[in-house]
């Protein structure tokens, strides 16, 4: 074994700046003599591995091994060293093998790589999980057609390349998350089933590429030849999703509709998680006709919606002033066991305020407190003035009274509502009363509001003067 490994020198320097791996001091999952043997590893010079190793009175079990080697990718020369001098003295476990060919190729050491290899295939320890190991390796580095070529040549090293490896091979492509290799990707794709059977999985990877890329032309093109080549069955549902994902950002919520009632023909139909992402991106673009569809789609096919969805729902029927289908999402919610909670009534409330829904929006804040749910201090001071715009003062001040009852805070926002809601009433003797009240609480009166209060006690002549100038005598001290 010795002059089988490592040929070559070991190239100990790569062409992208050094990359950062977990070590021992990332970690507590690692045994004390583990911790030793790796702090040993990253401080002493390579060449004085050896001799510190040759002082440790330790055993070196695989377990242990393993550890070690887990923990020292970022010393790859001592941890070659130490490799090398734990296979002199016992045989290394395929598991340690394959530990040392990714410790390597992650360093882009790949000569050197390579040297284990070929080493592995005359121990016979060589596997599948070995090539996977490299796909991730060479694809990290950018070295795509050094993938393929590794693909091409691992039958000579006694694993038969099969639909398990071409999904490997595309996954480590993909993973990389960029137009290069989701390319490669593609190209290895067209080459290789014309040679071996792919499976749903093969298709989900490369839709999932596409999804991230935003790609609609080449997700439908792909999406084409899977219904073709592996039919339709609840276990491709991760390609499905990944298509129907594309279609929902890409803006094309029909055709996704479309092929919903398809798969739910063929009993193929996403999850909520699917529903629920969708929903958002809909939620986003603002297209409630769509994401009423899809809806509906949902409930009927015996999915329940959670409470996050059903509050994205009801808070782009608010966004619409689509009040009435607001408030069937909420009358809904307890038939599929869900219970509103704060956000949903304040989303209902904040669009009864802002459409002046004076009458609606008094008895919804009624149930709102009896359900004990609490508005927001930004609702209790719109709902304040909108009450004193529409002519109902009395609710004005149930407001307030509860803002000051409950102790909502802020508070500053409502207190300034109801002095200016007071001042264009010219109920200035309730207005003075309540500013003494506030002034004396701390509570803060903003200088735009004094100055309301300045214009409805002026109107009033010189009573009501000095009621303003009494005002801002306390407000300046």
Same mark, same amino acid.
Request: proline share 3%.
């Given at each position: 074994m010795e002059t089988a490994l490592f040929s070559q020198p070991l190239e100990l320097h790569n062409d992208k700046p050094p990359k950062t791996f977990p070590s021992y001091l990332d970690t507590f999952d690692i045994s004390p003599k583990a911790r030793s043997v790796c702090e040993m590893l990253a401080r002493v010079y390579p060449g004085e591995v050896e001799t510190a190793l040759s002082?440790?009175?330790?055993?070196?079990?695989? !377990?242990?091994? =393993?550890?070690? *080697?887990?923990?020292? @990718? $970022?010393? %790859?020369?001592?941890a070659v060293v130490f490799f090398k001098w734990i296979g002199s003295k016992q045989r290394h476990s395929p598991f340690v093998w394959n530990i040392m060919v990714d410790l390597l190729g992650k360093n882009q050491m790949f000569d050197a790589m390579w040297d284990v290899i070929r080493t592995m295939k005359e121990e016979g320890v060589i596997s599948l999980a070995t090539f996977v190991s490299v796909f991730g390796s060479y694809c990290e580095a950018g070295k795509? @057609?050094?993938?393929?070529?590794?693909?091409?040549?691992?039958?000579? @090293? $006694?694993?038969? %390349?099969?639909?398990?490896?071409?999904?490997?091979?595309?996954?480590?492509?993909?993973?990389?998350?960029? =137009?290069?290799?989701?390319?490669?990707?593609? !190209?290895?794709?067209e080459k290789v089933k014309t040679r071996i059977q792919l499976d749903g999985d093969s298709y989900a990877?490369?839709?999932?590429?596409? =999804?991230?890329?935003?790609?609609?032309?080449?997700?439908k093109s792909i999406f084409g030849e899977m219904v073709i080549r592996v039919g339709w069955g609840p276990q491709n549902l991760a390609a499905y999703e990944a298509f129907l994902n594309t279609l929902v950002h890409g803006s094309q919520v029909d055709e996704a509709l479309?092929? *919903?009632?398809?798969?739910? $023909?063929?009993?193929?139909? %996403?999850?909520?998680?699917?529903?629920?992402?969708?929903?958002?991106?809909?939620?986003?673009?603002?297209?409630?006709?769509?994401?009423?569809?899809?809806?509906?789609m949902m409930v009927t096919s015996g999915l329940t919606p959670n409470l996050v969805m059903y509050n994205a729902m009801i808070a782009l029927h608010c966004n619409n002033n689509e009040i009435d289908s607001?408030?069937?999402?909420?009358?809904?919610?307890?038939?599929? $066991?869900?219970?509103?909670?704060?956000?949903? @009534?304040? *989303?209902?409330f904040q669009c009864l305020i802002k459409n002046k829904k004076v009458k609606e929006a008094g008895k919804f804040f009624s149930e709102m407190i009896k359900n004990e749910q609490a508005p927001t201090p930004a609702n209790c001071a719109d709902a304040i003035l909108m009450f004193f715009d529409g002519y109902d003062p009395e609710m004005a001040f149930e407001i307030w009274y509860y803002v000051k009852k409950e102790s909502v805070t802020p508070n500053d926002d409502s207190a300034n509502a109801l002095l200016n809601g007071l001042a264009s009433m010219g109920r200035i003797?309730?207005?003075?009363?309540?500013?003494?009240?506030?002034?004396?609480?701390?509570?803060?009166?903003?200088?735009?509001?004094?100055?309301? *209060?300045k214009i409805a006690c002026f109107k009033e002549g010189r009573k009501g003067r000095e009621i303003y100038e009494d005002i801002d005598k306390k407000w300046r001290s």
């Open positions: 002082t440790m009175a330790i055993h070196f079990d695989p !377990e242990l091994v =393993e550890q070690v *080697l887990k923990f020292s @990718y $970022g010393c %790859p020369a001592s795509f @057609y050094e993938v393929t070529m590794t693909f091409d040549v691992m039958e000579s @090293y $006694g694993v038969v %390349p099969d639909v398990a490896t071409v999904n490997s091979l595309l996954s480590a492509m993909c993973k990389e998350n960029n =137009e290069t290799a989701n390319a490669k990707a593609l !190209e290895f794709f990877i490369l839709l999932l590429a596409c =999804e991230k890329e935003r790609n609609l032309v080449k997700a479309k092929f *919903l009632q398809v798969m739910k $023909g063929k009993n193929c139909l %996403p999850d909520l998680k699917f529903f629920s992402n969708a929903l958002n991106v809909l939620v986003t673009q603002n297209d409630s006709a769509n994401a009423i569809t899809l809806w509906d607001a408030f069937q999402m909420l009358d809904s919610m307890p038939f599929f $066991g869900v219970f509103a909670d704060s956000l949903s @009534y304040n *989303l209902i003797t309730e207005m003075r009363r309540n500013a003494d009240k506030m002034l004396k609480g701390r509570i803060k009166i903003y200088p735009s509001t004094m100055e309301n *209060l």
